[in-house]
């Protein structure tokens, strides 16, 4: 049973798509799978993820600059500050986008196998490609497998998921990794800073989501849930509580938990299936799961 309480944030009630902040972006349309926070506006990525749209206040959502009718389809975003990377498929072979809201900056590969890109607090990107960890587009002669990768604040430590779903560190400096948990099926860890004190939150295949000490492995559920979104200027995860009747989703909520486990409620709004919850600027935005439209979240 995990503990509601009143958390050091407002409530949150969740307004359609016609509302004032949505309106800003000057973006009516439907059919989003994901978003992402992006230098001062959003990454929204259409079902299918065949293209990325950039969203930015007062100004038409256009495409990232990229032929996307050359491609198959793409990774989730990442950003840091005003750059953003992205992987491709095009043709067969998967590349690495480092872009900025008005053009390509690099183009990584081409590549057999190519990892999500991440950013660290520093602005490096890493990915990984055809079985090697890669740092600013140069291969460190790390041989690692795993999609997606994290790595902490400081450089040193790179967090992923092995094939039997436990969670792995990796010691940047020798190469070496180890198994640090292995309590859930994990997928998608990702290093946070609270308070100055690095952890790793990790997603799990059993519908948790859990909070790993880098230093021992130990494992705390902190809520049950998925899509978890680190609001760092609160330091709380906000995540979607979702229901379906096995074919889609009926229902979806937004929710807040601190890294204590304190965890509440932030909309209630039967008629809107809000996951994917992101924070730009001190507002949360969420995408509705049945149309896939852009959903706003403000202060009640």
């Not at 950003?79 to 043709?91: M, R, Y």
């Not at 079985?131 to 902490?152: A, M, P, Q, R, Y």
């Amino acid at each position: 049973m995990y503990i509601m309480t009143a958390l050091s944030v407002l409530a949150l009630s969740s307004v359609p798509a016609t509302d004032s902040e949505l309106r800003e972006f000057q973006y009516n349309g439907s059919g989003l799978a994901l978003i992402a926070p992006f230098n001062s506006g959003m990454i929204a990525v259409p079902r299918g993820y065949g293209s990325a749209l950039y969203l930015e206040r007062g100004n038409t959502a256009r495409c990232i600059p990229w032929s996307w009718d050359e491609s198959r389809c793409c990774s989730a975003p990442s950003s840091h500050g005003n750059s953003a990377a992205i992987c491709i498929n095009n043709s067969g072979s998967d590349y690495i986008l480092l872009f900025s809201p008005d053009s390509i900056l690099e183009i990584y590969g081409p590549f057999i196998k190519g990892g999500r890109p991440v950013f660290d607090s520093l602005g490096n990107l890493w990915f990984t490609s055809d079985g090697f960890l890669h740092k600013n587009g140069i291969s460190t002669g790390i041989e690692l497998e795993s999609h997606t990768v994290s790595v902490d604040p400081s450089g040193n430590w790179v967090a992923f998921c092995d094939r039997n779903d436990r969670i792995c560190i990796l010691d940047i400096a020798d190469g070496e990794s180890s198994v640090l948990a292995s309590d859930y099926r994990f997928y998608n860890p990702v290093f946070l800073t609270c308070e100055g004190i690095p952890v790793i939150v990790s997603q799990t295949l059993e519908g948790e989501i859990v909070k790993v000490s880098p230093a021992d492995g130990a494992c705390t559920s902190l809520a049950e849930g998925s899509q978890p979104f680190w609001w760092k200027e609160r330091e709380v995860i906000l995540y979607s509580v979702t229901s379906d009747d096995g074919h889609m989703i009926t229902s979806g909520e937004i929710w807040i938990v601190s890294l204590d486990g304190l965890s509440r409620q932030i909309t209630f709004s039967p008629g809107i299936h809000e996951i994917h919850p992101i924070v730009l600027d001190g507002t949360v935005f969420a995408i509705e799961a049945i149309n896939g439209s852009l959903v706003a979240v403000r202060d009640r």
